[in-house]
T-cell receptor, first 110, second 111 residues
């Protein structure tokens, strides 16, 4: 794998609370991505960042926010505006032709 | 918008049987990648195909990229229980450069 970590592995939150998912990489790569995975729907792109202090919306950015203040960190905040936040969230970094995924965070909103 | 459709969604096979999953894009792709996700795990890169009509093999796995660069397939010969998981294709759009994932095919292998 490409040296990308996500924490925690499992996260539980009450409805209406914002929650921030961590994503860290130690290989000095520029491009980082956040995906959401739901059963039977594959991977859907939430946000991506090609460079520090810059990021772009993906296909399903509503209800999410990100920051890229440091090259090695790309945290994702799931806000209370996200209507169906329970899902498996995957962070990825891009190296040459390949995307390397972190282990993922399974978020459950109760 | 551009879509990458993958079929079937699920496949159950007896150990030793062959397995194939197919991907079709609504538009031309510059390349296509394949990933495998084990149960409870994260997607892991398997291979990338770039050329029209390209065929690549990894042991029992054979990957093909269509002549029109709009479809691809992954074929596993003589499946083993270690092949269990979800296989995703991901096509990179020739127009936008975006990587679009198919819905995945989940393979179950009965010993």
């Amino acid at each position: 794998d490409g040296g990308i970590t996500q924490s925690p592995k499992y996260l539980f939150r009450k409805e209406g609370q914002n929650v921030t998912l961590s994503c860290e990489q130690n290989l000095n790569h520029d491009a980082m991505y956040w995906y959401r995975q739901d059963p039977g729907q594959g991977l859907r792109l939430i946000y991506y960042s090609q460079i520090v202090n810059d990021f772009q919306k993906g296909d399903i950015a509503e209800g999410y926010s990100v920051s890229r203040e440091k090259k090695e960190s790309f945290p994702l905040t799931v806000t209370s505006a996200q209507k169906n936040p329970t899902a498996f969230y995957l962070c990825a970094e891009h190296l040459k032709v390949t995307q390397y995924f972190g282990p993922g965070t399974r978020l459950t909103v109760l | 918008g551009q879509q990458v459709m993958q079929i079937p969604q699920y496949q159950h096979v007896q150990e030793g049987e062959d397995f194939t999953t197919y991907c079709n894009s609504s538009t031309t792709l510059s390349n296509i990648q394949w990933y495998k996700q084990r149960p409870g795990g994260h997607p892991v890169f398997l291979i990338q195909l770039v050329k029209s009509g390209e065929v690549k093999k990894q042991k029992r796995l054979t990957f093909q990229f269509g002549e029109a660069k709009k479809n691809s397939s992954l074929h596993i010969t003589a499946t083993q229980t270690t092949d269990v998981g979800t296989y995703f294709c991901a096509g990179r759009s020739s127009n936008t450069g975006k990587l679009i994932f198919g819905q995945g095919t989940t393979l179950q292998v009965k010993p």
